[in-house]
């Protein structure tokens, strides 16, 4: 399996723990995810995640580089 596959499989965990409000799960998987193949929608889960824990100034940087970043 390739990086891309993985970080896939990842970002799909992901959205079933944010489904399931395990926020943090689901942020670590969005991380994981993120360092196999960057993508924009991913920082933008991370963001999502980062302001469901209340962790906004942390959070500001992902929404900023999924706005900016080219997919």
């Known amino acids: ?3 891309n596959e993985q970080s ?3 970002y799909q ?3 079933l723990q944010f489904e ?4 943090e799960k689901a942020l670590n998987c969005f991380l994981k995810s993120n360092e196999l193949s960057e993508h924009s929608r991913t920082y933008a ?3 999502e995640c980062l302001m469901k824990l209340n962790r906004d100034s942390e959070a500001k940087t ?3 580089t999924a706005y900016f970043q080219k997919c």
């Open 20 to 23: 399931k409000m395990e926020y």
């Open 8 to 10: 896939y499989l990842l």
């Open 62 to 64: 992902y929404i900023q």
């Open 1 to 3: 399996m390739d990086n």
């Open 13 to 15: 965990e992901g959205l």
């Open 45 to 47: 889960r991370i963001y």
